[in-house]
């Protein structure tokens, strides 16, 4: 059969084609956020939501390794595959791998609110990890602790007033640093804790005893002394031995300082802010404490926090088990 010369060919500028695959791809790209342009409308975000200058400088280091490792620059190019491939390429433990897709995705799924993906892909990658049991306070530590303080002097005083506050109350110790008179109610024996100086910034009533109520009064009035012997104006409870503030973050904290040298000085376990946190929730959960109720005590945004607190070990769960299955016919 002849060739019909010239039929099929055609006379065509291959840079046209190359320029409308690029044209296309740009328009592609350009459908989608840069990653560095969401950082920082994500960062203005959380700023504004009162999130700690650490928490949002750890999301933006964590997206920016993905962004550079995987050498993608748009929204788009975050795929389940880039997430993967830069999970499976990174030399740390798996507990740290667990940690940054937390923050990955905490930072995806405000990219999803802000309307710029149509899907929560990234919803089912996870990690698991063996996680450790982290005991609370005995509270046999904590009245041995106390007992070895010197509560004639000022700093004896105020830190066994604040631990004796964590132990029965539960609070964090950033919300210790921020604790101010007004936030007491003598009469009604409650904290009254505002959102503000709260982590999920919701109102909070905690019932206090007769002892720590006692314990405030005396403690409110020997700061009143420092203050006026340093010039000092603020209403916290918990101040240094100058009158100031003490600082609210929790590694700085110094009453967390205070305690990591009692534990080490007196030999003691699990002294410290969140052990006595975690106290708290299992002396709540001993004495018949439902779940929710430890949760709304904790200020935690839901259950799936607090059962990490009352993790229980294998001999905690055999004789729970056994009160319940044999003790109980």
Not at 13 to 40: G, P, R, W
Not at 102 to 117: D, M, P, V
Not at 188 to 197: A, R
Not at 224 to 253: A, C, M, V, W
């Amino acid at each position: 059969m002849p060739k019909k010369s010239g039929l099929f060919e055609v006379d065509v500028d291959l840079n046209l084609l190359k320029f409308e695959n690029e044209a296309t791809v740009k328009h592609a790209k350009n459908n989608s956020k840069m990653i560095k342009e969401a950082i920082q409308i994500v960062k203005r975000q959380m700023i504004s939501s009162g999130l700690r200058p650490r928490t949002i400088k750890d999301y933006e280091t964590i997206v920016n390794h993905l962004k550079d490792a995987q050498t993608i620059t748009f929204l788009n190019e975050i795929t389940l595959d880039t997430i993967y491939t830069w999970l499976e390429n990174m030399q740390v433990s798996k507990q740290t791998k667990l940690t940054r897709l937390k923050a990955l995705k905490s930072f995806l799924s405000k990219c999803y609110i802000n309307g710029w993906y149509e899907s929560k892909f990234w919803q089912d990658v996870n990690i698991k990890v063996d996680k450790k049991v982290k005991a609370g306070a005995n509270g046999k530590d904590v009245q041995l602790l106390i007992s070895l303080l010197d509560l004639n002097t000022f700093i004896g005083l105020r830190d066994a007033v604040a631990i004796l506050t964590m132990y029965k109350t539960g609070i964090r110790i950033n919300t210790l640093g921020k604790l101010e008179e007004r936030h007491i109610d003598f009469d009604e024996k409650t904290l009254v804790l505002e959102g503000e100086i709260l982590k999920n910034h919701k109102l909070l009533k905690l019932p206090i005893d007769n002892q720590l109520i006692q314990l405030y009064q005396v403690l409110i009035q020997q700061n009143n002394k420092i203050r006026r012997h340093y010039h000092q104006n603020n209403e916290n409870i918990f101040i240094s031995y100058k009158g100031t503030p003490l600082d609210t973050k929790s590694t700085n904290n110094a009453i967390s300082k205070q305690l990591t040298k009692y534990s080490k000085q007196f030999g003691l376990k699990n002294i410290n802010p969140h052990a006595l946190r975690r106290a708290f929730a299992k002396n709540l959960l001993s004495k018949g404490a439902n779940i929710a109720l430890i949760s709304k005590a904790l200020g935690h945004s839901n259950l799936e926090v607090t059962t990490q607190y009352l993790d229980l070990d294998v001999d905690e769960v055999s004789n729970s088990l056994r009160e319940y299955l044999l003790e109980r016919k």
